[in-house]
């Protein structure tokens, strides 16, 4: 097996850490393709932390997403709405060469409860997502206290 050469690994190392760089202080704008409506039948599963032991409840809702041109989300799930969400870039073109990351992550707040036994109110929460042919996959996280939960974690929603 032939030795990689140390200036040969320098000069990839650069390469890589520059096209991180270059791609985190580029403008990104909304590709022209995602703004709209999207929806479909969600499984949500919600965890409570109950003195260190966890109690997971879950139910079937509707989810509906309407991402604009300027990257503002609003829409629900089941009975909860998102506020204050935004979709931004999630991965450059050296990161989707290699499958690191989804391409796109919306963060925000989803207020309300998704179904009945949800008793968690306000839940902050990040989706990253790629789309594809007119369909959203990815997942939805809870996030708490530096820890996430996918509440959905088979997200797919098709354009409508």
Same mark, same amino acid.
Request: proline fraction near 3%.
């Given at each position: 097996?032939?030795?990689?050469?140390?200036v040969?690994?320098?000069?990839?190392?650069?390469l890589?850490?520059?096209s991180?760089?270059l791609?985190a202080c580029?403008?990104w704008?909304?590709?022209?393709?995602?703004?709209?409506?999207?929806?479909?039948?969600?499984?949500?599963i919600?965890?409570?932390?109950?003195?260190?032991?966890?109690?997971?409840?879950?139910?079937?809702?509707?989810? @509906?997403?309407f991402?604009?041109a300027k *990257?503002?989300?609003?829409?629900?799930?089941? $009975?909860?709405? #998102?506020?204050?969400?935004k979709?931004?870039?999630?991965r450059g073109?050296?990161?989707?060469?290699f499958?690191?990351?989804?391409?796109?992550m919306?963060?925000?707040?989803?207020k309300g409860?998704?179904?009945?036994k949800?008793?968690l109110?306000?839940?902050?929460?990040?989706?990253?997502?790629? @789309?594809?042919?007119g369909?959203l996959? *990815?997942?939805?996280?809870?996030?708490?206290? $530096?820890?996430? #939960?996918?509440?959905?974690?088979a997200l797919?929603?098709?354009?409508?």
């Amino acid at each position: 097996m032939k030795e990689v050469q140390p200036v040969t690994r320098f000069l990839f190392t650069l390469l890589l850490i520059s096209s991180f760089i270059l791609s985190a202080c580029s403008e990104w704008a909304i590709p022209a393709d995602l703004p709209g409506t999207y929806a479909g039948k969600q499984r949500v599963i919600i965890r409570y932390d109950r003195g260190g032991q966890y109690i997971f409840r879950d139910d079937y809702v509707l989810m @509906n997403l309407f991402i604009d041109a300027k *990257g503002n989300v609003c829409g629900t799930v089941g $009975g909860a709405t #998102f506020e204050s969400c935004k979709v931004t870039q999630n991965r450059g073109w050296i990161e989707r060469q290699f499958g690191i990351k989804t391409d796109f992550m919306i963060k925000g707040i989803l207020k309300g409860n998704t179904f009945d036994k949800d008793s968690l109110v306000n839940k902050d929460i990040s989706i990253p997502f790629n @789309n594809s042919n007119g369909e959203l996959k *990815g997942s939805l996280f809870l996030m708490t206290k $530096g820890d996430s #939960f996918p509440i959905i974690s088979a997200l797919k929603l098709k354009r409508m």
